[in-house]
C-alpha cells in the first residue's frame, strides 16, 4: 500500500490511535522543519492563517502542549500537498474559500485580521447543531461533490471536518505526545489482560 492510500484509510480512535512507520516517518518530517518559517506548500498565506487558528481551537495548548505545538497545520498542508488527489485538493480549496467569505461577511474585516474569538464563533455555527442536523450533514459528505445541491455547505463541511480528523490524527500520532502526554513504553513486556489505567498512568502510545 502506498502512503497516499495509507493514510486515507488508516483508522483512528481518539485516545486509541494506531500510526504506522510510515505515517511516522511523515509526521517526523513535520517536526523537522519546527526551526523554519511556517511556508506553506499548497495554501496561500491568508488560509494558513486559518487553518492555524482552527486547529488551534481544536487542540489548544494547556497544562499540555497544543496542536500548534507539534506543527499540525504544516502537517496537514504536508498530506494536501503529497497524499491527496486534485480533486480531494479543490473540495477543501473550496471549502477555504466559502468559509473565509463566511467570515469576511460575518465580521466585516478581512480574514487575516481575525481573532480566536471570531473563529470559536463561527466554527461553533457549523457544529453546535441537532443530532437531527448532524444526521443530514453525514448523509450530505457521503455524497460525490456533483450529486449535491448545495455546494457551498458540502464544501465547508468537508473542510472543517477534514481538518478536525487530521488535526486529532496528527496530534495523537505525533512523537512529542506519544512521548510526553501518552503512555510510552517501546519495551513493554508480556501482555497482561485488564490493567487498569491508573496503574500505566495513561492510554498507550504505541
Given at each position: 500500500m502506498n502512503r497516499r492510500d495509507l493514510l486515507k484509510?488508516?483508522?483512528?480512535w481518539l485516545g486509541s490511535v494506531i500510526a504506522t512507520p510510515?505515517?511516522?516517518?511523515l509526521l517526523t518530517s513535520c517536526s523537522q522543519k519546527e526551526n523554519l518559517s511556517w511556508k506553506p506548500l499548497l495554501l496561500d498565506n491568508k488560509q494558513a492563517f486559518v487553518l492555524e487558528n482552527i486547529v488551534d481551537i481544536i487542540v489548544p495548548a494547556?497544562?499540555?502542549?497544543?496542536?500548534l505545538d507539534v506543527n499540525i497545520p504544516k502537517f496537514i498542508d504536508l498530506i494536501l500537498k503529497d497524499v491527496f488527489f486534485e480533486?480531494?485538493?479543490q473540495i477543501f480549496l473550496k471549502g477555504a474559500q466559502?468559509?473565509?467569505t463566511k467570515f469576511e461577511a460575518m465580521f466585516k474585516k478581512e480574514v487575516e485580521n481575525g481573532s480566536r474569538e471570531d473563529f470559536l464563533h463561527l466554527i461553533s455555527i457549523f457544529f453546535k447543531i441537532s443530532a437531527d442536523q448532524q444526521r443530514q450533514i453525514f448523509e450530505l459528505l457521503n455524497k460525490a461533490e456533483d450529486k449535491v445541491k448545495n455546494k457551498e455547505l458540502y464544501c465547508i463541511y468537508k473542510y472543517l471536518t477534514f481538518i478536525r480528523h487530521y488535526t486529532l490524527f496528527g496530534y495523537y500520532t505525533s512523537e512529542?505526545?506519544?512521548k510526553e502526554?501518552?503512555?510510552y513504553d517501546p519495551i513493554p513486556g508480556s501482555y497482561?489482560?485488564?490493567v487498569s489505567l491508573s496503574d500505566i498512568g495513561n492510554v498507550s502510545s504505541i
Open positions: 484509510t488508516t483508522p483512528f510510515a505515517i511516522m516517518q494547556s497544562k499540555t502542549i497544543g496542536a480533486n480531494e485538493q466559502y468559509f473565509k512529542s505526545v506519544g502526554i501518552l503512555h497482561l489482560a485488564c
